[in-house]
Every structure is written in C-alpha cells, then in structure tokens.
T-cell receptor, first 109, second 117 residues
C-alpha cells in the first residue's frame, strides 16, 4: 500500500532550527513535495525533491534519500509566522500525490 | 505565475440546496485539477481528479452523484455539492497541475468554506 508518515506535532523556539521528518511508501516514485498550510488557508508549495540530496531555498531546506524512503524539511531561524502545518506528499507512478496527515509546528517565543 | 482562483470563498446555505464551487487556473492551462475536502484539524482528503474533456475519477467512498464535477475547459473545473446536508460542511480546496511544467506540482486555490445549516 501507499503511505506517508510524519509526526503529528512539533514545538520549537523562535530563532532555532527544526527538522520535520517524513517517510514514504509509494507505488513508483516521481518526487517528494513539501507544502505549508496555515490554519484556515490552502496549502502553499515549499519544495520538491526527486534526486537524493539537499535542496536549499532561503531559510527552508529539504532533503531526500530515495533508498531509505525518507525526507526531511529543515527550517532555520524560526519566526513566529512559521507556525503552521507542514504537509509531506509523495508522487506515485501515476503522478498522483499521496498526502501525509501533516505536522503541526508550534513556535514559542 | 501559476495562480489558481476559487469562488466563492465562503458560502452558507440551507440543507437540501445545491452549491457550485468554481476553480480556475488564471495564467496556465490545467488538463488535470483535483478537488480536496478538509475537516477541522485533519489532513487533505482527495475527493476526485478532474480531467479536461472527460469524466472525473472519484476516490473510494465519494459519491459521484452527490459531488458533480465538470472540467469543460483547460482553465475551469466546477464542483457542485447537490442536496447539501450539515455533514457536508467543510473546507473544499481545488488544485491544478500545470500541463507545461516538467514535474507535477499542484497549485492550490484559496479554498471554499461551506457551511450547511
């Protein structure tokens, strides 16, 4: 079966670094997406990885290991506005996105 | 670029009425659009995949006669919730895949909050 696992909730401190992990099992693989969703709003695209390694984009970086079926999203210099849910989604052989349940990130001052 | 609009943003209706939600890709062509539903504090649930010019593909457990989907052009898909009931109250979000891009990123509309009284 297809499955995406990520922690339900994480807490971090403003200015710190946090890593949100995601493991995936998909039928075929066409990449791994990370989206950010603030409460009451639609998701917005953060990153896409299809090759192994780290993709850096400002304060946010995303890592992929295809052999381990593993990805993480790294957020640096946390700001209060980063409080949101972070959704991991794997793309299967039909290019369908398989969604994780999301990780709610709580930032404390 | 890659903007998706959704209308209306919020709708309140009486039980038994039908509600139509529009999803438009404003600056790109989308042969495929997706309709999601999200209940409070839960993740996105894919309802159906909407393909331009053909019938939508519904996920298991989603009634196709209750949630009518039409994707008549490369920039517009509509979802009609027929005979809505209070349990249909939810946040409905559409997304569109840009046919011209190399990978299948989905661009999301802002969502429609439906409240059925």
């Amino acid at each position: 079966g297809q499955n995406i696992d990520q922690p339900t909730e994480m807490t971090a401190t403003e200015g710190a670094i946090v890593q949100i992990n995601c493991t995936y099992q998909t039928s075929g693989f066409n990449g791994l997406f990370w989206y950010q969703q603030h409460a009451g709003e639609a998701p917005t695209f953060l990153s896409y990885n299809v090759l192994d390694g780290l993709e850096e984009k400002g304060r946010f970086s995303s890592f992929l290991s295809r052999s381990k079926g593993y990805s993480y999203l790294l957020l640096k210099e946390l700001q209060m506005k980063d409080s949101a849910s972070y959704l991991c989604a794997g793309s299967d052989s039909n290019y369908q996105l398989i969604w994780g349940a999301g990780t709610k990130l709580i930032i404390k001052p | 670029g890659a903007v998706v609009s959704q209308h209306p943003s919020r709708v309140i209706c009486k039980s038994g009425t039908s509600v139509k939600i529009e999803c438009r890709s404003l600056d790109f062509q989308a042969t495929t659009m997706f309709w999601y539903r999200q209940f409070p504090k839960q993740s996105l649930m894919l309802m159906a995949t909407s393909n331009e010019g053909s019938k939508a593909t519904y996920e298991q457990g989603v009634e196709k006669d209750k949630f009518l989907i039409n994707h008549a052009s490369l920039t517009l898909s509509t979802l009609t919730v027929t005979s809505a009931h209070p349990e249909d109250s939810s946040f409905y979000i559409c997304s569109a895949r840009d046919s011209g891009r190399d990978y299948n990123e989905q661009f999301f509309g802002p969502g429609t909050r439906l409240t059925v009284l």
